[in-house]
């Protein structure tokens, strides 16, 4: 029965679980956990994230730090706690900004084409022609090292993937038989755009931007450990992690526990796409 | 119908005539294209594939399928308005206001990721001010029209949950919610099974008969059109060769071609024999040939008929044929 076969080998191979896709309810469980955390912060955080105690300085994890303190006597786990409210914030704005941007330049480049498109796509490959980190360090230096900048550089940067991403599905769906049905009811072109095209195409951005937090959220990271972004003593992974770094032979924790904070989150973002693609069947 | 309404003409077509450039070259894809509709009828354009009756209808709406083609001349008065000299607003207001579109195809034509309902609201709100809950109230209305059983609950359904021939019902629906005066349907039951074709056959007529819409029927179906229409206008090559009563066009055609067509249908021969075919293939955009278009496939051609192209002439009262050697009498062998 080789029909039977490939039924299960299918089944096999893709998990759910309550009638949707694991990865799905998987990466929400982990984005809800932290998301939690940041908001009840003041209240779950044992100590104040900023304060230094003097006395007790580069401690191992132990029962009063549960995951040791820093040079200064910073409490570990606090700083992460507090940290995750920057960080969502990061992967949020990092996230939106680029998109909007992007799916209207997009759509308007694969709706109207001609000289709109071409001036579009070739500002598309100047941007892309530049290595991603240092375009960004470089807005950011010119702008003033700081959290503001970097959204502010993670938009002039991080949109022409969303362009070129809604573009190629405008491009499919603009000749599609329901676009002329629409044209003949007499719409006019923002009509059929934004009420017919965009929320035929917007569902490949939409899984896209959840994989891309990840990206944005380890470039914060980045761009803080490189101190442009966050300023300390400001609590922010990426920060942790450049401040660690000195000590990661003698004090292992201080860098360990922000570098497996960021991996968690990461996952829960990467999780969360992989089962919305397979929940709205689209395929990156 | 009534005879007062059908004395009515809603649109008159003169001349119409499209052609495409490109390459430096400009090739006549419609040409002359002239015919009356009157309220209430049904007429119906037949042609095989190629031959300009979709591309009339397009035409007819402005929206022809590249912009490579464009309407060189013509009129098209619809209630005494020239609809091809409208600036591009204008135009707007006709296309789903004064005229609606169903197409062959309704489950690539309706929206996917909208509601048929919000679809025909959307329609309505567009082309009339009304607000949200009334015009909700409207497409219901339609829905209930058009046959579509608990309209109030379907009105939030998706297109992908309707089979093939409710969703055609909700096109027609889309099409018909702005109340316009004529409704083009271009081959809106090819892709459905007979049963259901024939339910929205009846669907078309009822409406013609409940709200005096007049209705283009495009098909290639000559047995649809002796079900459905009124009048017929039979296309070859972007030309109607032949426009009259049903009656006259089918069973006493004039055209070589139109007589070709019908002896072609399977039910003329007897059971057994081979369905019959026009010898030949329809021109191509590029090749058309001099003089009568269809004068390299017809059984009577002379020399005339490849220098000079015959104009659609009145061959009896309400009867017209564009051939220099109308039929007078059936000819039998008309096609081998």
Redesign the interface.
């Known amino acids: 029965m080789s029909l039977v076969r490939t039924e299960t080998a299918r089944t096999g191979f893709r998990l759910s679980f309550g009638g949707g896709p694991l990865p799905l309810y998987l990466g929400s469980a982990i984005l809800l956990a932290w998301f939690v955390l940041a908001v009840l912060a003041p209240l779950v955080a044992p100590y104040d994230p900023i304060f230094q105690d003097g006395t007790a300085r580069l401690q191992p994890p132990n029962l009063n730090h549960w995951l040791g303190t820093d040079n200064f006597g910073r409490d570990i786990l606090s700083r992460i706690i507090w940290g995750a409210r920057i960080d969502l914030q990061i992967a949020l704005f990092g996230v939106v900004f680029p998109f909007l941007i992007g799916t209207a330049l997009g759509s308007c480049a694969g709706y109207f084409g001609g000289w709109i498109d071409t001036v579009l796509m070739r500002i598309i490959d100047v941007v892309l022609a530049f290595p991603f980190l240092v375009l960004m360090m470089a807005i950011i230096v010119i702008l003033k090292p700081g959290l503001s900048s970097f959204y502010v550089a993670m938009a002039l940067v991080g949109w022409v993937s969303y362009a070129r991403l809604v573009r190629a599905q405008i491009l499919v769906i603009k000749s ?3 676009v ?9 072109h923002s ?1 059929i755009m934004f ?2 095209l965009l ?2 195409a917007i569902l490949g951005s939409v899984v896209f931007s959840m994989s891309d937090a990840v990206l944005v959220l380890l470039n914060g990271a980045a761009i803080s450990y490189l101190g442009l972004g966050v300023q300390p003593p400001t609590a922010e992974w990426g920060i942790m992690i450049a401040e660690g770094q000195s000590f990661i032979t003698s004090a292992w924790w201080i860098t360990t526990f922000p570098g497996i904070a960021i991996v968690t989150l990461a996952m829960g973002f990467s999780l969360l796409a992989d089962g919305l693609g397979e929940l709205l069947g689209v395929r990156e | 119908m009534s005879e007062t309404l059908l004395d009515e003409t809603i649109l008159s077509v003169r001349d119409l005539a499209v052609v495409s450039t490109g390459g430096g070259t400009t090739e006549t894809i419609l040409d002359r294209v002239s015919f009356d509709l009157k309220r209430g009828e049904i007429l119906g354009l037949v042609g095989e594939s190629g031959s300009g009756k979709s591309m009339t209808s397009r035409a007819l709406i402005r929206l022809l399928p590249s912009n490579r083609l464009s309407v060189s001349g013509g009129q098209a008065f619809l209630n005494g308005r020239d609809i091809l000299a409208l600036d591009d607003k204008a135009m707007r207001a006709v296309r789903g206001g004064s005229i609606g579109m169903i197409f062959q195809n309704p489950s690539s034509h309706l929206d996917p990721v909208m509601t048929i309902g919000k679809q025909i609201a959307e329609s309505i709100r567009f082309h009339k001010s009304v607000g949200k809950g009334e015009a909700r109230r409207q497409a219901v209305d339609i829905l209930r029209q058009v046959g579509i059983p608990d309209p109030e609950r379907r009105f939030d359904a998706y297109p992908h949950e309707f089979s093939g021939g409710m969703r055609q019902r909700a096109m027609i629906a889309v099409a018909l919610a702005c109340d316009p005066d004529i409704l083009i349907a271009d081959e809106p039951t090819t892709a459905l099974d007979v049963t259901v074709q024939a339910q929205i056959l009846k669907l078309l007529t009822d409406l013609r008969d409940t709200r005096g819409v007049s209705i283009i029927f495009i098909t290639h179906d000559l047995g649809v059109v002796s079900q459905v229409c009124d009048r017929v206008a039979v296309m070859y090559g972007g030309r109607i060769v032949e426009l009259g009563g049903k009656r006259e066009v089918i069973g006493q055609g004039r055209h070589p071609y139109t007589a070709g067509l019908v002896a072609c249908q399977p039910a003329e021969g007897s059971p057994g024999e081979r369905v019959r075919t026009i010898h030949g293939q329809p021109p191509r955009v590029g090749h058309m040939p001099e003089g009568c278009r269809f004068h390299p496939r017809c059984p009577k051609v002379s020399e005339r008929c490849s220098m000079v192209s015959p104009e659609l002439e009145l061959a009896a009262p309400g009867h017209q044929v564009a051939c220099h050697y109308p039929i007078t009498q059936r000819l039998a062998e008309v096609a081998t």
């Not at chain 1, 002329?180 to 006019?188: E, F, N, P, R």
Request: aromatic share 12%; no cysteine; hydrophobic share 35%.
């Open positions: 599609a038989d329901f002329l049905a629409a044209t003949s009811l007499g719409y006019g009509r009420r017919h929320p035929n």
